[in-house]
């Protein structure tokens, strides 16, 4: 079993900039893949952010030069920088492993709050 915490959500002002931790229980050296999510009201858990074993990214259109993702495996923590933050980023965060050999778990998630 794999535990996922995440932190470092809170209340920003638009424009702003946070950054989110994920520590994993385990070590995250194989991890094919580490991915943030979020979920706002009454939307859809969508994907944020993905790294993967290679350090190859990618990011959903919406945050595309504002956002990055990293990951550092001597720590077992993945992060994702936030800059530049809309209202319209304002959602639950979610932290994501996934591997070949041991599937898929999430992270208990951290609300990310951009208002004035």
């Known amino acids: 079993q794999v535990q996922l915490v995440e932190s470092g959500g809170g209340l920003v002002q638009p424009g702003g900039s946070l950054t989110l931790s994920c520590a994993a229980s385990?070590?995250?050296?194989?991890?094919?893949?580490m991915a943030w999510y979020r979920q706002a009201p009454g939307k859809k858990r969508e994907l944020v952010a993905a790294?993967?074993?290679?350090?190859?990214?990618n990011y959903a259109d919406s945050v595309k030069g504002r956002f990055t993702i990293s990951r550092d495996n001597a720590k077992n923590m993945v992060y994702l920088q936030m800059n530049s933050l809309k209202p319209e980023d304002t959602a639950v965060y979610y932290c994501?492993?996934?591997?070949?050999?041991?599937?898929?778990?999430w992270g208990q998630g951290t609300q990310v709050t951009v208002s004035s």
């Open positions: 994501h492993q996934f591997s070949v050999r041991s599937g898929g778990y």
């Open positions: 385990r070590s995250i050296v194989s991890v094919n893949r």
């Open positions: 790294i993967t074993s290679g350090d190859n990214t």
